[in-house]
């Protein structure tokens, strides 16, 4: 079952339009996760030099999911991408513990943009099939999640390669869909 199934079950409006970025640090699995809800192939995936865009039209949703690359090159023009974003995905490596912190700089300075003031954020803790994978709670304390408090979030534990963990995810984000119409 896709996202597109879970938004049919969900439908809030005949006309919703809905725009989701998807971000987060090279190799964290971004690219995957779009390809698995788009219910695409994911064995050949090459990293994002840009940005990948996905745009689904069914039964009255039209859902727009931008997946900007994570290199750090690349970093300085997420910004670019703010604008009419009604929802926020953050795709940690769990397994990437190293880069924890240079995780927790980039999502903190997204927090901190204007833009995206109030956008909901799902934030994916991916690559929960390996053994040197963080838990949720480990990535939620590094990440210092709790401290958020202008916008409701979610960490959800996550596999892109299996897709073990993604439905729910994307079950939360449907839910938090905000309701303002394009």
Not at 131 to 143: K, P
Request: aromatic fraction near 6%.
């Amino acid at each position: 079952m896709g996202l597109l199934s879970v938004l049919r079950r969900l439908k809030h409006s005949p006309e919703l339009e809905v725009r989701i970025l998807l971000l987060g640090l090279d190799n964290a699995g971004k690219t995957t996760l779009l390809k698995q809800l788009a219910a695409e192939d994911i064995s050949h995936i090459t990293p994002t030099q840009g940005f990948n865009i996905k745009s689904v039209q069914s039964q009255g949703f039209k859902l727009n999911v931008w997946d900007i690359g994570g290199q750090r090159r690349i970093r300085p023009y997420w910004r670019s991408y703010y604008d009419n974003t009604d929802l926020l995905i953050y795709v940690i490596d769990s397994s990437d513990r190293k880069r924890f912190d240079e995780t927790a700089q980039e999502l903190a300075e997204l927090l901190d943009e204007e833009k995206l003031h109030m956008v909901p954020l799902l934030i994916f803790a991916n690559k929960q099939d390996l053994q040197t994978a963080a838990a949720a709670q480990e990535i939620s304390e590094r990440l210092q999640l709790h401290t958020i408090r202008d916008r409701i979030w979610q960490i959800q534990p996550c596999c892109t390669h299996t897709a073990e963990g993604v439905q729910d995810g994307m079950v939360w984000l449907c839910r938090n869909i905000p309701t303002r119409r394009k």
